[in-house]
């Protein structure tokens, strides 16, 4: 069982910037693709980014290509999201998630992810 800590969100104006920061219990394992999803009420799951632990690749949304970076902190142990440029339509609730059998191919799909953490809201004010 992998528990995970998402911290970093937080209520900024349109334009700033955020770093999301995902924690597991234990530690990350070479196969786990950690990505990052976003939610608000009575919207569908929206697939933000995604990293795999071992081999670094990267995949993002469009709608955050260019504005948001996903990194791996190996020594911490944890996979950060850096936020720029924000727009109030990245207003969610954002979820970290592991896939522990993630490849590259299946990063953006939420449906592999077998552990979420609780999510952390992120505001953004126009």
């Known amino acids: 069982q992998v528990h995970l800590v998402e911290s970093g969100g937080g209520l900024v104006q349109a334009g700033g910037s955020l770093t999301l920061s995902c924690a597991a219990s234990?530690?990350?394992?070479?196969?786990?693709?950690i990505g990052w999803f976003r939610q608000a009420p009575a919207k569908e799951r929206e697939f933000v980014a995604a990293?795999?632990?071992?081999?670094?690749?990267?995949i993002y949304a469009d709608s955050v290509k260019g504005r948001f970076t996903i990194s791996r902190d190996v020594a911490k142990e944890t996979v950060n999201l850096q936020m720029n440029s924000l727009k109030t339509e990245d207003t969610d609730v954002y979820y970290c998630?592991?896939?522990?059998?993630?490849?590259?191919?299946?990063?953006?799909?939420?449906?592999?992810?077998?552990?979420w953490g609780q999510g952390t809201q992120v505001t953004i004010s126009s």
């Open positions: 998630a592991v896939d522990p059998y993630g490849t590259p191919a299946s990063m953006k799909n939420s449906d592999n992810y077998n552990y």
């Open positions: 234990g530690v990350f394992y070479a196969n786990d693709a």
């Open positions: 990293t795999m632990w071992r081999l670094g690749d990267k």
